[in-house]
C-alpha cells in the first residue's frame, strides 16, 4: 500500500463538486397586498419556483417557491402576480383541481401537505396533514378531493383526504419517489422512483401498484402522460460508468441525458431519445411535458439554461428500445422541425402545455420566474417575474456556479448532477479523487460513491481516503478535475463554498415527536458505544466522525491512499447504499458483513435483536 501522495484531485466522489439544493433564508412577512411594492415588504427572498401547474382553462397557475416558502398564484393573460401566501418549509409539488378552486402544495422539509383555497385572485391555507418524510410530487384526483403524494424517505405514495385533512392510504412503491402524475381520465398515477431505476403505475380506483416499469435511468424528476394516458415519459440521467477523462466525457461515457418513453401496458420495454450533442452536451434534465394532441414534447434542461422541444408529426423520432445511444441521433440534427432547443437561462424545471398544445410555461428556479415558450416557433415569449432582491448575494451566486453545467468539459454536468439538491443520487464515480483511475468498466475499484454536501463545511478532511484538508481547494479539484472545466475565480470559490455552508439535514424522522429516541434506538446507543461494536471509536463528536483515517479492512492492493475517512452518520437513513463503493444497499447489510463489528473491532458479533436496536438507532442520528 502507497503512502498519500500530494497530488490534487476531485471532491469527495461524484463529478461535482459541492453545494445544496435550496437555499436557506430567514422566514419573512408578506404584505397583505400583493400588489405591494417589493421594497415595502419586510425582506424579498428569491422565490426560487421548483414546480407549477396550469389551470384546466390555462388563465391561472401556481407556483411552488422553495427558497421563499411560499405559493405564487399567476395570471397568465396579465403576466404577473395575483396573491402569494406563506406555506410551509421548502414547498417541492404543487397541485390544482379541475375546478380551479382548491389547490395542495408538500413541503420537502415540512413533511407536510397544505391545502389551498383558490380564489379568482386570492390564496389563503385552509388546511395541513402530515403526510411523511420529504414529501415532492403531488396531484390533485379528478373528485376535487382526493390528494396524492410522493414521499421520497418513505418510499410511499401517500392518499389524502382534503376535506378531513387525513392520510387514508399509502402504497409502497420503488426507492425516493419523486414525479408524480395523474392520467388524462384519472385512473392512473405515474410514480417515478429516483433512486431505483423504476416507475411505478398506480390503480385509483383499486389502490395497487399495477405494475413497475424498470428503465436504465436515474435522477428522475417530472413525470407526465401522453394525450390519449397510454404512455408515460420522464426525463433521466444516465450513469455510463467510465472515469472522468475529457475524452470519456466529450464521447458521453461518464454521463448521458435522457427522454425515456414507457408503454404502460407493459408490452413494449422502455425506449430512450438521447439529448446529448458532442460538443454542447444538454445537463441536468429536469421536465417532461407532452402535449394533450400529441405533437409537441418538452424536456426542460436546468444545467444548461434550456428547454428541448422534440415534434413528433413531421417523421418518426429514433426511439431507441432498452438502451440510450451516446449521442443524440443525427437524424434529429438535420433542421427539419423535429427537435429544437430554446435558450431561456437560470435553471428551468417543472414544464406544462396549454391545452392549445404548443404555448409552454416553464418554471425558472434561478430566474425567479415563469418563462412562456411557444414551442411551435421554438422562441421564449415573454418572462412573468416572481419577486426577488435586486443584488445577488454571495451565497446566490455559489447557487448559481452549483448548478451550471458549463463549468464542466463541453457543459456535460454539473456539481448538482451527482450532489443531487446538494445531496446524493445514490450513484458512484470514477472522478480520480482517489489518486487513479479505471480505464475501462471492466475494473470498478476506484469508483466511490457520490456522499451528501449536507453540513460539508462541517466535516472536513473531505474526499472518502481524507486527503483534502481545504474545502476551498476541494471545490477546485472538483471543477477542474472531476469536472474537467475552468479554473474558478476566488470570488468563486467564496461563493461556493458560502453555499456550501447553508446546506442542512431535515429534521430526523426517526425519532420522537419531541427529539427523543425510541425504546430500540435507546438500546442501540447503548451498543453504538460499547466495547463490543467500537462504533464511537471513529463515528465520535458534534458531526459523528473523527475526522482521522483508519484501516478498516475496504482497502484495496492498489489505494493510492492509506485508510478511510469515517464519513457522518448524521442522516444515515438517507444515504443508501452504503460504504465508500456503494457495495451494501443497506444498513443491514453493511451491518453483515463488510463493515460489521466483527470485522471492524473483532471485539465480537451481534445478535439478530442488537443488530436491530443499532439500526434503530443509527436511523435515529
Not at 445544496?20 to 412577512?29: H, N, Q
Not at 384519472?186 to 410514480?191: K, M, R, W, Y
Not at 408529426?313 to 430554446?342: E, N, Q, T, V, Y
Not at 472531476?482 to 429534521?507: C, H, I, K
Amino acid at each position: 500500500m502507497k503512502n498519500r501522495p500530494r497530488v490534487r484531485m476531485g471532491l469527495a466522489s461524484a463529478l461535482a463538486l459541492v453545494a445544496l439544493v435550496l437555499l436557506t433564508y430567514v422566514p419573512f412577512a408578506l404584505s397583505d397586498d400583493p400588489a405591494k411594492p417589493a421594497q415595502e415588504r419586510e425582506q424579498e427572498p428569491h422565490r426560487s419556483p421548483i414546480a407549477l401547474v396550469l389551470s384546466t382553462d390555462g388563465t391561472r397557475l401556481l407556483t411552488a417557491n422553495q427558497t421563499a416558502g411560499t405559493v405564487s398564484l399567476v395570471d397568465t393573460a396579465a403576466g404577473r402576480v395575483l396573491a402569494e401566501v406563506a406555506t410551509g418549509d421548502k414547498p417541492a409539488g404543487v397541485a390544482l383541481a379541475k375546478d380551479s378552486r382548491r389547490g395542495a402544495v408538500t413541503h420537502w422539509y415540512g413533511y407536510d401537505l397544505a391545502v389551498l383555497d383558490v380564489g379568482a385572485d386570492t390564496l389563503k391555507v385552509v388546511g395541513r396533514v402530515e403526510v411523511g418524510p420529504e414529501p415532492r410530487g403531488v396531484v390533485i384526483g379528478d373528485d376535487g378531493k382526493t390528494a396524492y403524494v410522493a414521499v421520497g424517505v418513505s418510499n410511499e405514495v401517500v392518499r389524502v383526504d382534503l376535506d378531513a385533512c387525513e392520510v387514508t392510504g399509502r402504497l409502497a412503491v420503488g426507492r425516493e419517489p419523486r414525479g408524480l402524475a395523474l392520467s388524462p381520465d384519472g385512473s392512473h398515477l405515474l410514480v417515478g422512483n429516483t433512486r431505483s431505476q423504476s416507475l411505478s403505475l398506480i390503480s385509483v380506483g383499486s389502490w395497487t401498484v399495477e405494475r413497475t416499469l424498470p428503465i436504465k435511468g436515474d435522477n428522475l424528476r417530472q413525470v407526465t402522460f401522453s394525450g390519449d394516458g397510454s404512455t408515460g415519459y420522464v426525463a433521466n440521467l444516465r450513469n455510463k460508468g467510465f472515469a472522468t477523462t475529457r475524452n470519456n466525457i466529450d464521447l458521453g461515457w461518464v454521463v448521458g441525458q435522457c427522454l425515456t418513453r414507457v408503454e404502460l401496458d407493459g408490452a413494449e420495454p422502455f425506449a430512450t431519445l438521447t439529448l446529448d450533442t458532442q460538443g454542447k452536451a444538454a445537463a441536468d434534465v429536469h421536465g417532461a411535458a407532452a402535449a394533450r394532441d400529441g405533437r409537441y414534447l418538452a424536456v426542460s434542461c436546468g444545467g444548461t439554461h434550456e428547454v428541448m422541444i422534440f415534434r413528433t408529426d413531421l417523421a418518426a423520432l429514433p426511439w431507441r428500445s432498452s438502451s440510450s445511444r451516446d449521442m443524440i441521433d443525427p437524424s434529429l440534427l438535420k433542421s427539419d422541425g423535429r427537435f429544437r432547443r430554446i435558450e431561456v437561462g437560470g435553471r428551468p424545471t417543472e414544464l406544462a402545455f396549454a391545452a392549445d398544445g404548443k404555448t409552454l410555461y416553464v418554471a425558472n428556479y434561478l430566474n425567479d420566474s415563469v418563462q412562456v415558450v411557444d414551442a411551435e416557433g421554438a422562441k421564449l415569449l415573454r418572462t412573468i417575474p416572481l419577486g426577488g432582491p435586486k443584488e445577488l448575494s454571495l451565497v446566490r451566486r455559489g447557487e448559481i456556479l452549483f448548478h451550471a453545467a458549463e463549468r464542466s468539459f463541453n457543459q456535460w454536468y454539473s456539481c448538482n448532477t451527482c450532489h443531487s439538491d446538494g445531496h446524493t443520487n445514490g450513484l458512484h464515480f470514477d472522478t480520480l479523487n482517489d489518486g487513479r483511475q479505471d480505464l475501462s468498466t471492466s475494473h470498478l475499484r476506484s469508483r466511490k460513491k457520490v456522499p451528501t454536501l449536507r453540513r460539508v463545511s462541517q466535516t472536513g478532511p473531505w474526499t472518502w481516503h481524507g486527503w483534502q484538508t481545504s474545502l476551498e481547494d476541494a471545490t477546485i479539484e472538483s471543477f477542474t478535475k472531476s469536472m474537467q472545466g475552468p479554473n474558478p475565480s476566488a470570488d468563486e470559490v467564496r461563493a461556493l463554498v458560502a453555499y456550501l455552508t447553508t446546506l442542512e439535514f431535515p429534521r430526523n424522522p426517526f425519532r420522537n415527536a419531541d427529539g427523543s429516541l425510541s425504546p430500540e434506538a435507546q438500546r442501540g446507543e447503548v451498543i453504538f458505544r460499547s466495547s463490543k461494536t467500537a462504533c464511537s471509536k471513529c463515528h465520535s463528536g458534534p458531526e459523528l466522525t473523527d475526522g482521522k483515517i483508519h484501516i478498516v479492512g475496504l482497502e484495496e492492493r492498489d489505494d493510492a491512499y492509506e485508510g478511510y475517512n469515517p464519513p457522518s452518520l448524521r442522516g444515515v437513513y438517507d444515504k443508501d447504499p452504503f460504504l465508500h463503493d456503494g457495495r451494501s444497499k443497506t444498513l443491514r447489510e453493511a451491518l453483515a458483513d463488510p463493515h460489521s463489528p466483527e470485522t471492524v473491532s473483532a471485539l465480537g458479533t451481534l445478535s439478530e435483536s442488537e443488530t436491530d436496536d443499532l439500526i434503530a438507532y443509527l436511523k435515529s442520528l
